[in-house]
């Protein structure tokens, strides 16, 4: 029953992967301009900044020592006080040539409705928790190679500093989504269960896409 749970979801992420989103399908081409990868940048750091405390709330919500000891590690790698992810980011926002205070832009709509639905996914029973996390950092490792590839190819953008965050995240999100399957395998039981972690890491996976929506229509 386990193993099957972990299929279907394997089976659901790549059905709405976003690798097969449009606006990152254009970036791997080169086909979006430089300021559309600018307003990215900005919405996309909203995300990349509350990221920390969804693991936290999922973290907080957890029955178990050994799953909170393993989680705690992820945290403390996104919020690593010498070099935090959120500043990985502001160091590709760099390289695009936005200045700092450039990142407190207003969010568009589609953000701000992905930023809500991802909290409330964290809040709930950690399962589904870990399911909307998962959701997320199932894709980020290879959307990061497509984004990284594309911006050296197309963008001319060979600075190893505005291109951290890719590296880091093509390789650290293998290891993270192993803790959320880990998780769900051992602990998602029943049917009930389940059911609810599948249709978890399915509106997270929506509302990202969505905010993606969002993006293109704005900038593109």
Known sequence: MAKNIIKLLEKDIKERHLSKHKFYQLWNEGKVSMDALRGYA??????????????????SNTPYEEERLTILENLNEEENPK???????????????????????K???ETKKMLKEMQKLSSNDFLEGAAALLGYESQISEIA???????????????????????????????HQKTWKKMIAKHARTKEQQAKVRKSLNKSMKAMWNMLDGVYRKYC
């Open 42 to 59: 900005q919405q996309y750091y909203k995300f990349v900044a509350e990221f920390p405390r969804l693991v936290s709330r999922v973290h």
């Open 145 to 175: 190679k497509l984004k990284m590839d594309g911006l050296k190819k197309h963008y001319g953008m060979k600075d190893a500093r505005a291109l951290e965050f890719f590296k880091v995240h093509s390789k650290v999100d293998i290891e």
């Open 107 to 109: 969010m568009l709509p």
């Open 83 to 105: 070099l935090p992810h959120s500043e990985l980011w502001l160091r590709f926002a760099d390289g695009l040539g936005l200045k700092r205070n450039e990142m407190d832009a």
